[in-house]
């Protein structure tokens, strides 16, 4: 059963820090860009980050560039996103997407998860 999983998620405060983990059982996660996308309450879907199959290529929106790192551990089928110097502006539900090559168009991809929420506030 192909099946995606995101964790890590909870509340943090300001300037704190958070990885959220997403995992893969059912296939393996070597061959696939994986993104991370966000919602947050009343807005559209917004991608935060993606890593090309090899590893070779990250992308950041400009809104997280420097605070957030995205890396993958094919060995535990895993994919990790460090999140550094949280603001509010970053609460919203995470998910974790798989597909064929990073794009920034959520219907791309081929596998999500069913998300994990974020939230930073004091």
């Known amino acids: 059963q192909v099946q995606v999983v995101e964790s890590g998620g909870g509340l943090v405060q300001p300037g704190g820090s958070l990885r959220l983990s997403c995992a893969a059982s059912?296939?393996?996660?070597?061959?696939?860009?994986i993104a991370w996308f966000r919602q947050a309450p009343g807005k559209g879907r917004e991608g935060v980050s993606c890593?090309?199959?090899?590893?070779?290529?990250?992308y950041y929106p400009d809104s997280v560039k420097g605070r957030f790192a995205i890396s993958r551990d094919n060995a535990k089928n895993t994919v990790y996103l460090q999140m550094n110097t949280l603001k509010p502006e970053d609460t919203a539900v995470y998910y974790c997407?798989?597909?064929?090559?990073?794009?920034?168009?959520?219907?791309?991809?081929?596998?999500y998860g069913q998300g994990t929420q974020v939230t930073v506030s004091s």
């Open positions: 997407a798989v597909g064929p090559s990073c794009t920034s168009w959520y219907p791309d991809y081929d596998y």
């Open positions: 059912g296939f393996t996660l070597d061959d696939f860009a």
């Open positions: 890593i090309s199959s090899n590893g070779g290529s990250t």
